[in-house]
């Protein structure tokens, strides 16, 4: 670890990695929100169908988080971002000519490997940059960065939808399909920006088998880390169910039409991110005062209360207002609990770790959809909205017995 940068979260090459990712997220904002309605027009008809596309990006990332986190630790951190950063650009991309909705299943999934490269190598990065003290603060850029990204690229979306259609009257389907060239011109800057930009250093390493991950955590700790991972299981099945599920509530029960839900959708997760992004900020500051058992518990509380509340929306603009709160309640708890495992986690498996804890992130994002919209379409449609709290707060009180400060 570099003793320039160690105790400062604000360092270049914090913020050199944090605008690489905000390039990409960028990207992925600008055809995240339409991608279910990109899948309906194509001829996924029915809400299972759809949160395949959830499932199957989250399947694949689940599968190969852990995996490539342990090759970062071997081939360094710079070299597994722009790799995965140059493929996400290009099968990005490659969704253009998507003529059939199992063809953006496919691309969608192979999208998930390609995060299975980003994300446990850029967790681990800042691991590696920053120390304990400071990776709360250091954690809050790099997410930021991110919910800057996701919060400007729908925008930038809705404008190429709307100019698609009135503009250049292209038919729903095709105006669908520009956002993802320019979403994969951001993949692909970003591949490059990282590449002439991050530092190539990586720690040396040897990798430590499946069954032994565990054994170098300070006994201390070790249940710490394992509630860490539900915390993440039941934030990622939070985090996948919810974007699925409020665009089709949004447009089967609310009502609005396909170009409407469209809009709103957009102006959501903009809201969303952007509330996340300013959250954040305070939520690292936070972090770094080492109050964050107290931070992490009132914080996911009030986020499962907005979730539930969406069931007593009545109008558009009440929606936006629980969905600002949902996110920047889930914003101030995020460094916390990344700091926290942060601290634990031994140098030399960083990226395997890592890896490890986006695993059971994916397999949380992989299954709530799945779950949500199948209980959505054969129980109720508020259903998911009930089922999901109920999972993050017995994940919180199994965390919260076992939590232990280093």
Not at 223 to 246: C, D, E, I, K
């Amino acid at each position: 670890m570099n003793k320039q940068t160690v105790d400062n979260p604000y360092s270049w090459p914090v913020i050199a990695l944090s605008l690489a990712i905000a390039n990409m997220t960028f990207g992925f904002g600008i055809f995240f929100p339409y991608l279910p309605l990109f899948a309906e027009a194509l001829g996924a008809n029915l809400s299972l169908q759809i949160a395949l596309l959830t499932t199957g990006f989250m399947a694949a990332r689940t599968l190969t988080a852990l995996p490539f986190g342990s090759i970062s630790d071997q081939i360094g951190r710079k070299n597994s971002i722009v790799i995965g950063l140059f493929v996400y650009g290009v099968i990005t991309i490659l969704f253009y000519f998507s003529q059939d909705w199992t063809h953006v299943l496919l691309l969608r999934t192979i999208q998930g490997v390609t995060a299975g490269l980003i994300w446990p190598s850029s967790r681990a990065m800042i691991y590696d940059l920053v120390g304990p003290g400071a990776r709360g603060r250091a954690i809050s850029v790099l997410n930021v960065s991110a919910g800057a990204g996701m919060a400007f690229g729908p925008l930038f979306g809705l404008f190429l939808l709307s100019y698609s259609q009135s503009i250049l009257t292209l038919d729903p389907v095709d105006s669908f399909r520009i956002p993802f060239i320019f979403a994969g011109a951001f993949g692909l800057f970003s591949s490059l920006f990282a590449f002439l930009t991050l530092s190539s250093n990586s720690i040396p390493s040897q990798r430590t088998r499946f069954f032994k991950m565990i054994d170098n955590l300070d006994s201390n700790y070790v249940n710490t880390f394992y509630s860490s991972l539900l915390m993440n299981l039941s934030h990622g099945f939070a985090f996948g169910m919810f974007r699925p599920v409020l665009v089709l509530y949004i447009y089967q029960v609310l009502g609005y039409s396909l170009l409407e839900t469209a809009s709103i959708s957009a102006i959501s997760f903009s809201l969303g991110a952007f509330s996340n992004s300013i959250s954040q900020i305070i939520g690292g500051r936070l972090a770094d005062s080492r109050n964050r058992k107290y931070i992490i518990s009132i914080a996911v509380i009030l986020s499962q209360i907005a979730t539930f509340s969406i069931l007593f929306v009545n109008d558009i603009f009440q929606l936006y207002i629980v969905i600002i709160i949902r996110f920047s309640t889930i914003g101030l708890f995020i460094p916390s609990l990344a700091s926290l495992e942060g601290d634990i986690i031994p140098a030399n498996q960083r990226g395997q770790l890592s890896g490890l804890i986006e695993g059971f992130r994916g397999i949380g994002s992989a299954i709530g959809p799945l779950v949500c919209l199948s209980l959505y379409d054969y129980v109720w449609v508020g259903s998911p909205f009930v089922v999901s709290p109920a999972i993050f707060i017995i994940c919180l009180i199994i965390y919260y017995i076992h939590y232990r400060e280093p």
